[in-house]
C-alpha cells in the first residue's frame, strides 16, 4: 500500500518535470504534411480522370491510392519517409502513405533475416492490425449492411 | 553490505573507445580513440556490426595496453542486444573466457566491478572489461523499424553507437579501483519506455546514497559523480531525489549521456545505451585521471531491466545502478607495464 | 473539371484530420499502430451512417488519402456485396473493395524490400 502510494507520487512528479513542448509547431508540421500529401492526392486523381475519361470515380481513386502507395514505399526504400515523418508527425501516418511505409519499413528491416522469415514474416508486425481490423470490421458492417 | 572495499589492487591500466559518427560531432570528440566514419563497418547487417565494433574495441584497448592477448585472463563483457550476443561472439573470436554479463546499460560497471574484485582476490591477472551498443541494432530490436516513420516523445533517448574496454590488471598504473557497490533493482512504477531516465533515476540515488554512506564520504570528496544514462530529465530527477535525502548534488554531477551529445543533435534527452558510460569513462574520465585533474570519481551507470515483452505486457520498469569508485595515484609511473614485464624477464 | 478548390479543400481538410491526429498524440502518446486502426473505425462508422459519402464529396482527396476513406471502402464493399449477394458478400466484399491498395502495398514492399538496405537515421541536425 506504502509503496503504491510512494510509485503514486513520483508518477505525479515525473509528469510535472516532463518538459512541456509547445503543442503548436507539431500540429501545424502535421496538418501542412497531411494536407500537402492529400492535395498530391486530388492532383493524381485530377491527373488520371483526364488521361482516363471512362473510369469510374471509385476507380480513379484506387488508381490514385494505388500510385501514392507505390511512392511511399519507394521513398521509404530510399530513406526519405522516415524523415518526413519525424518532421511532420501524425500528418505522416494518417494519410494512406503511413500504412504503405508502415509495411515496407519491416519489410526493408528485416530483410537481414531472410525472403521467408524476414521481409515476409515481418512484413505486418505494424499493419497488422489495420488490415485485421479492416476485416473483421468490413464483415461487422456487411452484417449491418444486410438488415438496413 | 552492498559496498565492496578492495585492498589496493586492482588497477585500471588503460581504456580504448570507439564512437560512431554522430558522437565523434559532439562535445568529447577529442577524447574519443576512434571515430567511425561509417558505422556499418562494412558489415552486411547492424548486430554484425556491433560485434565487429566490439571486437576492436577489445583488441586495441589491449595493445594499447602494452599486454599480448595471450596475457588476458578474463573478459567481462556485455551488450543490450538479445543473449548479448555481441558479446558472446566476440568472445568466440578473441578465444578468451569469457565471463556474460547484463544490466542492461549498467553493464559496463558491473563489468568493471567484477573485474576489479577477481584482481583484487588476487585471482588473476589481467582482465578486460567492455561493452558496446549500435544504435541500428538496439532501435531495430526495442523499437521500430529503421525507415519507419514516426516522432519520438521528446522524452525520448538516442542509443548511442560506440563503446569501450578497460583493462583491469594487479600492475600498477594512476588510476586505482578503490570500491565497488552493487545496485538494488528499484521500480517507482514508470512503465514509459520513452521515459528511461526516470525510471532509472531512483536506482541511481540509492546505489548513490549507499556508496556514500557505507565509505563514509561527502559528495564533495569527488571531483567527478558521473551517471550513466539518465540523460537531461533524469539527472533533474535524480539531483531532486538526492534533496530529498538531504544530499546536494553539485557541480561535480555529470551524465554521460549528457556530455556525449551537442545540444543542437536532434537527441532529444541525450544519449543511452551501454556504450555510453563505457566510452565516456574510458576515454574523457581515463585522460582526466592520468592527468590528475579527477583525484576522485565515482561512476555511476544506470539500466532499465525490462525487456520488449515485459513492456508490452504493461509491467513497469525496474531500474539498477552500480558503482564504481576510482582514485588517483600519481606515485605510479606510466611505464609500470615494461617494469613489470622486466621483472618477469629477470 | 480541374479546380483549385478542390485542392484547398483537399489540403484543408486532410490537413485538419492529420491535426487532430497529432494532437491525440500529443495529448494520450497513442502509437501509430494504435492511431491507424482508430481512423480506420472511424471511417467505417462514417460510411455505416452514410456520412462517408457526402463527405467525400465535399472534401475530395482531403477524404479519401486519409485512412478514413480506406475503412469506408472497406465497409462500403462489405455492405454492397452483402446486399448483392447476401452472406456470402458479407466476407467477400470488404477485401475485394481494398484490394488494390493492399496488393499493392505488400508487393511495392516486398520489391522494395529486395533492392534497398535500411540506413542508419540521422540524428543531430
Known amino acids: ?148 | 553490505m552492498q559496498t565492496i572495499k578492495l585492498k589496493k589492487k586492482a588497477y585500471l591500466l588503460e581504456g580504448y573507445s570507439i564512437v560512431g559518427p554522430l558522437e565523434g560531432k559532439g562535445p568529447l570528440k577529442d577524447y574519443f580513440d576512434y571515430i567511425l566514419k561509417d558505422d556499418t563497418l562494412k558489415e552486411s547487417s547492424f548486430e554484425k556490426s556491433e560485434r565487429k565494433l566490439l571486437q576492436d574495441i577489445v583488441i586495441e584497448a589491449i595493445n594499447k595496453s602494452g599486454l599480448k592477448i595471450s596475457d588476458i585472463d578474463f573478459f567481462f563483457g556485455g551488450d543490450l542486444l538479445n543473449q548479448i550476443v555481441s558479446s558472446s561472439y566476440t568472445a568466440r573470436e578473441l578465444n578468451l573466457p569469457f565471463i556474460g554479463l547484463y544490466s542492461a546499460c549498467a553493464t559496463m560497471a558491473e563489468a568493471l566491478a567484477l573485474s576489479a574484485l577477481f584482481i583484487d582476490c588476487g585471482l588473476c591477472n589481467n582482465v578486460v572489461a567492455a561493452t558496446c551498443t549500435h544504435f541500428s541494432s538496439a532501435e531495430r530490436q526495442y523499437r521500430f523499424p529503421l525507415e519507419f516513420a514516426n516522432q519520438r516523445p521528446p522524452t525520448a533517448q538516442w542509443t548511442i553507437t560506440g563503446g569501450g574496454a578497460s583493462i583491469i590488471s594487479n600492475i600498477k598504473s594512476k588510476i586505482r579501483i578503490n570500491a565497488v557497490t552493487f545496485g538494488k533493482v528499484i521500480d517507482y512504477g514508470i512503465s514509459d519506455i520513452n521515459n528511461m531516465g526516470a525510471a532509472m533515476a531512483p536506482a541511481a540515488c540509492d546505489t548513490i546514497k549507499a556508496h556514500l554512506s557505507n565509505m563514509k564520504k561527502k559528495v564533495s570528496d569527488y571531483d567527478l559523480i558521473l551517471t550513466g544514462d539518465l540523460g537531461k530529465l533524469g539527472s533533474e530527477i535524480l539531483i531532486d531525489l538526492m534533496e530529498h535525502e538531504k544530499i546536494i548534488m553539485g557541480k561535480n554531477y555529470a551524465d554521460c549521456g549528457c556530455m556525449i551529445f551537442d545540444k543542437t543533435m536532434r537527441v532529444f534527452m541525450g544519449g543511452s545505451g551501454a556504450g555510453c558510460s563505457a566510452s565516456v569513462l574510458n576515454s574523457y574520465v581515463l585522460y582526466k585521471m592520468k592527468k590528475g585533474d579527477f583525484k576522485r570519481v565515482l561512476l555511476v551507470s544506470t539500466g532499465a531491466l525490462m525487456s520488449t515483452t515485459t513492456s508490452q505486457q504493461g509491467e513497469t520498469i525496474p531500474g539498477i545502478a552500480h558503482a564504481v569508485e576510482l582514485v588517483y595515484e600519481p606515485e605510479n609511473t606510466k611505464n609500470s607495464v615494461a617494469k613489470s614485464k622486466q621483472k618477469k624477464d629477470v | 473539371m480541374i479546380s483549385v478548390w478542390d485542392y484547398v479543400i483537399s489540403f484543408l481538410v486532410g490537413g485538419f484530420i492529420c491535426f487532430l491526429a497529432q494532437i491525440l498524440v500529443i495529448r494520450t502518446k497513442i502509437t501509430t499502430a494504435r492511431i491507424l486502426v482508430l481512423f480506420l473505425i472511424i471511417g467505417m462508422i462514417l460510411e455505416v451512417f452514410n456520412v462517408y459519402a457526402p463527405f467525400k464529396e465535399f472534401a475530395k482527396a482531403g477524404a479519401s488519402v486519409p485512412i478514413i476513406g480506406f475503412g469506408a471502402s472497406l465497409a462500403r464493399g462489405a455492405i454492397m456485396a452483402a446486399k448483392e449477394y447476401g452472406v456470402i458478400g458479407i466476407f467477400t466484399g470488404g477485401l475485394t473493395a481494398a484490394a488494390g491498395g493492399i496488393s499493392m502495398a505488400i508487393f511495392a514492399s516486398f520489391i522494395v524490400a529486395l533492392i534497398f538496405n535500411s540506413k542508419t537515421k540521422r540524428g543531430g541536425h
Open chain 1, 1 to 148: 500500500m506504502d509503496k503504491n502510494k510512494r510509485n503514486q507520487n513520483y508518477n505525479l512528479y515525473v509528469e510535472s518535470k516532463v518538459p512541456k513542448t509547445k503543442a503548436w509547431p507539431s500540429l501545424f508540421k502535421a496538418f501542412l504534411v497531411g494536407g500537402i500529401i492529400c492535395a498530391i492526392g486530388q492532383g493524381l486523381f485530377d491527373l488520371y480522370s483526364y488521361l482516363f475519361p471512362n473510369l469510374a470515380e471509385s476507380e480513379v481513386t484506387t488508381c490514385m491510392l494505388m500510385t501514392i502507395i507505390f511512392i511511399t514505399c519507394l521513398l521509404t526504400g530510399i530513406g526519405i519517409y522516415d524523415v518526413v515523418g519525424a518532421w511532420g508527425g501524425a500528418g505522416s501516418v494518417i494519410p494512406i502513405t503511413g500504412f504503405s511505409n508502415s509495411i515496407s519499413s519491416p519489410a526493408v528491416e528485416f530483410k537481414k533475416e531472410g525472403i521467408i522469415y524476414g521481409i515476409c514474416v515481418k512484413m505486418f508486425t505494424i499493419a497488422g492490425p489495420v488490415i485485421v481490423c479492416g476485416v473483421v470490421g468490413s464483415i461487422v458492417c456487411g452484417f449491418v449492411g444486410l438488415f438496413i
